[in-house]
Structures are given as structure tokens and as C-alpha cells.
């Protein structure tokens, strides 16, 4: 049976949440990975280094004792983020990034960033003290097409900010087009990007032909197919500047299967199966451990893992189960709509 070891990789973009779902979530991660960046937008958003400590806290005591994982904190900016409580958890190795969501872009953004301006002395200080920014890269004025709000995003804000703080070190994350893929390749400066394994796999014709999937429903949403080979072409390139976020991102079967369905794909149990397949498919296997354990922690200032991971590939398909059961309601799993063949042993 082919197999392929790699570097045990990390997550740099990963949504954990809180209580009963968090304790049903972080083992599909710490499975797999050993460290990830863990979002802040819970409700309330974290938005101070008391609550980043009270979080990781609640997420190391939800850990199974056999299992080992590193959350990496993040803070939510808020236009009244204070700047010095922000340097100060940087300084306790506590942090390692700050996201900034525009207002309205996502799941739980409500109190995000509606004037740049108003963030300027927090960015400059970040820029100055070598705190790295990830961004949501979306702009949330009603009248852009919201296939289009990535691509204004990166005209009307990215360019700008990248123009006036080029010492900031930024993170364009789930990157959905191929206007994402040319300004993180061209730009000059600390810039990166992460993709999704659900990005790589889908476009939005899997999204909304032959009936709407609402497990296909995520925020940036799927574009066209030439911007998901975009991704493709941009994952399996060994251009450190692109690695892996998953994203994964769990809501309940009840909170996805709406009417006003939630934004968000539960991809952490079938990640790595899902990357070793886009990337078999391109003949790209030996690029893998690049893009999913030593380009991240090089942006992230870190050194990548020592521990490795197999993979195999099965002759029959593998399976997963379609749910996982949280103690909230069922979360369904990230299901491409095609067998995968590797699994991790
Ligand atoms: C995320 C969530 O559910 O928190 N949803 C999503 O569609 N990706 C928020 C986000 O990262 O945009
Ligand atoms: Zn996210």
C-alpha cells in the first residue's frame, strides 16, 4: 500500500468554538495536527489577553489526557482594541496573531472593523512590534456582489494597508480567487495566504447544482471553477507564501439546514485526506509536507513540528462517518461527493 509520511502539520486557520462543542471538535483537530490557530469569534468575541488566557485555558481542560495540542490564540480588533493589553499578551507568547474581521463579513463579526481608520494606531503598533494581522478578506458593502467581495477587498483595503504599513506581516486567509492567489504571489512584504481543503475541492457549481448544499455553504463562498484551479495551481506550487488554514468551522445539522443557513464546512476530521487527494491528483504528493507543516510556521515565526505523520492510500474507499455527534446536535462532516482513498494510520 503507497504510503506517505510527512511532518505532523498545523492548522493555521481553525475554529474550536465553546462548552459541549468544543469538547466534541478539538480531538478531530489534536488528532492530526499539532498545533492551530485558533479563531476568536465566539459570542462574546475574544477580544482581550484576559479572555485569550481564559479561552486556552477552557480549551486545554476540554483536551482528552491522552492527546497533546498547542492552541495558538488569537484576538478579535475591535475598533476599541486597547493596544497595549494587545502587546502585552504578544509579549506572553500568548498570542501570535490578531484577526481582523470587516463588520458583518461572517459567522459571529458583528462587532468587527467598520472604519480602517479608526484601527490605524493598532495596526501601526502591530506593524512595530512584529505582531502578524489575518484578515477576512471580504468588503460587506451591500451593493458588492458577494462573489465579488474578495476581490474589492484586496483594491480597496489589502493594497492600501500592504501600501501604507509594509512591515506589517499579513495573513490573507481562505483565499477563494485567483485576484487572491496574484496579490499574495506579487505583493512585496510579509504576506501570506491560506487556503482550504474545501476550496480546493469545490466550486459553486457543487454548491448549487442539481439543489442547494448547504454543507457546501461557507464564507468566502465557493467561486467559479477557474479560481478553484486558481487555488490548486497555488497550493501544490511550494511557493512558501500559501499554506494550509482549514477553516473547519462546525455549526449544527439545525443551524446549517435553514432557512438562513450558517457559513462554515466541519473539514478537520477529513483534512489531510482531502489535501493528499487534490494534491495525488496533481502529482503533487511531494509538496504536501510544505504546504501543510513548514510553510506556516515559517510565516508564524515558529519551527515546524518533528513528529510525523503517515498516510496510506486504501485500494477500496474510506470511510467517515457523516456526523458527529456533539452534545448540541449533530455536526456534519466535510463530504466532497467522491471517494477518498487516503486516510491517516
Ligand atoms: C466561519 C465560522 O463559522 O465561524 N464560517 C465560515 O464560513 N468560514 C467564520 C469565517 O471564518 O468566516
Ligand atoms: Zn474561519
Known sequence: MPTLTIRRPDDWHLHLRDGRMLCAVLPETARHFVRALVMPNLVPPVVTGAQARAYRRRILAAL????????????????????????????????????????????????????????????????????????????????VDIFDRERVFIDTVLAPLCRDLPELKVTLEHITTADGIAYVTEATGHIAGTITPHHLMLNRTHLLAG???????????????????????????????????????????????????????????????????????????????????????????????????TLERRDAPVTYPDTLETGVGPVTLFNPGHPLYWRVV
Do not use: W
Open 64 to 143: 482528552p489526557k491522552d492527546m497533546m495540542f498547542e492552541p495558538l490564540m488569537t484576538l478579535y480588533l475591535t475598533e476599541t482594541t486597547d493596544p497595549d493589553d494587545m502587546a502585552a499578551a504578544f509579549a506572553d507568547g500568548l498570542i501570535h496573531a490578531v484577526k481582523l474581521y470587516p463588520a458583518g463579513a461572517t459567522t459571529n463579526s458583528a462587532s468587527g472593523v467598520r472604519d480602517m481608520a479608526r484601527i490605524r494606531p493598532v495596526l501601526e503598533r502591530m506593524a512595530r512590534i512584529g505582531l502578524p494581522l489575518c484578515l477576512h478578506g471580504e468588503v460587506t458593502t451591500p451593493e
Open 211 to 309: 439543489g442547494i448544499r448547504p454543507h457546501y455553504y461557507c464564507l468566502p463562498v465557493a467561486k467559479r471553477a477557474e479560481h478553484q484551479m486558481a487555488l490548486r495551481r497555488a497550493a501544490i506550487s511550494s511557493n512558501p507564501r500559501f499554506f494550509l488554514g482549514t477553516d473547519s468551522a462546525p455549526h449544527t445539522d439545525a443551524a446549517k439546514e435553514s432557512s438562513c443557513g450558517c457559513a462554515g464546512c466541519f473539514t478537520a476530521p477529513v483534512a489531510l485526506s482531502c489535501l493528499a487527494h487534490v494534491f495525488e491528483a496533481h502529482g503533487a504528493l511531494d509538496r504536501l509536507e510544505g504546504f501543510a507543516a513548514r510553510f506556516g510556521p515559517a510565516h508564524y515565526g515558529l519551527t515546524p513540528n518533528l513528529a510525523t505523520i
